[in-house]
């Protein structure tokens, strides 16, 4: 069974793009088309713009989001057994799996990315990730902070992401890396994703997908804030609100796709990472 995988923020690059929008007609078309919807140039942006206005959170979740989708459209026998997404992947996902349009994905990530923008203009936030040591004593740690610190995405066996407050997270790296942490890498966005920092944001979010109708999935997807199975498009709608400020599921979520029988897994957008994060995770299932 093909299992289909959407990158998140931090796969963006200047440049991204550019090749399919040489290439092919329809993804000239539908870059256009962002363009127009969003009222200003996101592909000068992508194609043309520099390392640090790409990684605003605006610009890279809208690059990430457009990259992805029209790659799906050009990508030969696009045919998902199932599909997951990283944070704004999993929008990605949704579109290719027609839950939604192009054009009303288009919407939704603009103003999610519009809301975390906002929010990580007034708060100085970071997200690290840490290599080398289990989940539980990185929670531990971030628990016994006096700031705001948590675990917010569990990637893979001992390879996890904390996020918070810019001061916290120091804090919390520098005694991750006294107990033994392999690495300690700062990954390029500006905020403190899915934390309860962007909590506040999630109301807003919720008002906005409400009205946008959401349809049935051609195949399951297996989101980040449940980490399972999901088929039905109000559980869907839901988990894709409360995910904003809630940790990431990711080991959970390739864990059960290899359960429920994933064989192969496929990277559509910028990037390769979480292919090759899915095959460290296979192997740790098959032991």
């Not at 990158?7 to 088309?33: C, D, I, N, R």
């Not at 592909?43 to 605006?58: A, E, P, R, V």
């Not at 628990?143 to 407050?165: D, F, M, R, T, W």
């Not at 959401?214 to 804030?225: E, L, R, S, T, W």
Request: hydrophobic share 40%; charged share 20%.
């Amino acid at each position: 069974m093909k299992a289909y995988l959407f990158p998140g923020q931090g796969s963006q690059f200047v440049g991204m793009g550019e090749k399919l929008y040489k290439k092919s007609t329809l993804a000239k078309k539908m870059f256009h088309l962002a363009d127009e919807l969003l009222g200003f140039k996101i592909t000068s942006i992508m194609f043309n713009g520099t390392d640090d206005i790409l990684k605003q959170t605006i610009n890279a979740q809208l690059s990430i989001y457009i990259c992805s989708v029209i790659e799906t459209k050009l990508y030969e026998n696009f045919n998902p057994d199932m599909v997951a997404g990283l944070s704004i992947g999993e929008f990605s996902a949704l579109t290719a799996i027609n839950v939604f349009s192009f054009e009303d994905g288009l919407y939704l990530v603009n103003q999610r990315a519009s809301l975390m923008q906002k929010i990580c203009e007034k708060t100085k936030g970071n997200m690290i990730v840490i290599i080398g040591l289990k989940d539980k004593i990185i929670e531990n740690i971030c628990k016994n902070e006096i700031g705001i610190v948590v675990l917010s995405n569990y990637i893979a066996p001992n390879h996890s992401v904390i996020s918070g407050e810019l001061n916290s997270v120091k804090r919390v790296c520098s005694i991750l890396k006294k107990i033994g942490a392999k690495k300690i890498i700062r990954i390029p966005v500006y905020g403190a994703f899915h934390s309860p920092i962007m909590k506040s944001a999630e109301e807003k979010l919720k008002n906005i997908i409400m009205k946008v109708n959401f349809n049935p999935p051609v195949c399951p997807i297996y989101q980040n804030f449940i980490g399972k199975s999901i088929i039905d498009s109000n559980e869907i709608k839901k988990n894709i609100i409360k995910q904003m400020g809630a940790p990431v599921k990711w080991k959970q979520s390739i864990k059960n796709m290899i359960i429920d029988g994933a064989s192969k897994f496929i990277e559509i957008g910028p990037g390769k990472s979480l292919e090759k994060i899915a095959k460290i995770i296979f192997k740790d299932c098959n032991k």
